[in-house]
T-cell receptor
């Protein structure tokens, strides 16, 4: 029973390049969340998606960042024209999306992608 | 104002002793969930325990228990019989019911680094 999968685990990019981070949720989970963790900090919410829908992107920077969760395949977090300040750990989490509301739904995290921008 | 406050940047505990990690939260939403996650040095985020705002009893999961004091808005994590493998960062997080699209995200504290001494 595989957990949340993220790849790559480590990604090095030069300034101006694009970074693509992938997340496959746990089997049976239809909700995906992306978080960013800067060094010595807690996780900060970026975006919440369901299949083919962005539900909440209030934590996403307005420029260069985008996310999708297509009908088939993994969720993708895309960062265009990366800058050094984008260096961080990016975590994906998933939850089943049960009826009755999301307050009590546990989010299960993937191992994260460590992005380093040179 | 911070929604989740963890006032202990670092804690030490002797192996086999119990330790309490503090967490206070701030919300006006009557429906919310409180979570604790462990992040070992390897970097993954491991779910430990959950407490709902309407739960009458404190949550317990093995050696982990949550001391939930609703009136004081505190949700402290208690680890009994500490083990060397408990050395890690511990994050308290909250999920509010929210309205519209803002239902998904967990709000994290800055974390407490626990070191277990042999």
């Amino acid at each position: 029973n595989a957990g949340v999968m993220q790849n790559p685990r480590h990604l090095v990019r030069r300034r101006g390049q694009e970074a693509r981070l992938r997340c496959s949720p746990m089997k049976g989970h239809s909700h995906v969340y992306w978080y960013r963790q800067l060094p010595e900090e807690g996780l900060k919410f970026m975006v919440y998606l369901q299949k083919e829908n962005i539900i909440d992107e209030s934590g996403m920077p307005k420029e260069r960042f985008s996310a999708e969760f297509p009908k088939e395949g993994p969720s993708i977090l895309r960062i265009q024209q990366v800058v050094r300040g984008d260096s961080a750990a990016y975590f994906c989490a998933s939850s089943p999306g049960l009826a009755g509301g999301p307050v009590g739904e546990t989010q299960y995290f993937g191992p994260g992608t460590r992005l380093l921008v040179l | 104002a911070q929604k989740i406050t963890q006032t202990q940047p670092g804690m030490f505990v002797q192996e086999k002793e119990a330790v309490t990690l503090d967490c206070t939260y701030d919300t006006s939403d009557p429906s919310y969930g409180l979570f604790w996650y462990k992040q070992p040095s390897s970097g993954e985020m491991i779910f430990l325990i959950y407490q709902g705002s309407y739960d009458q009893q404190n949550a317990t999961e093995g050696r982990y228990s949550l001391n939930f004091q609703k009136a004081r808005k505190s949700a402290n994590l208690v680890i009994s019989a500490s083990q060397l493998g408990d050395s890690a960062m511990y994050f308290c997080a909250m999920r509010e019911r929210g309205y519209g699209g803002s239902q998904g995200n967990l709000i994290f504290g800055k974390g407490t680094k626990l070191s277990v001494k042999p």
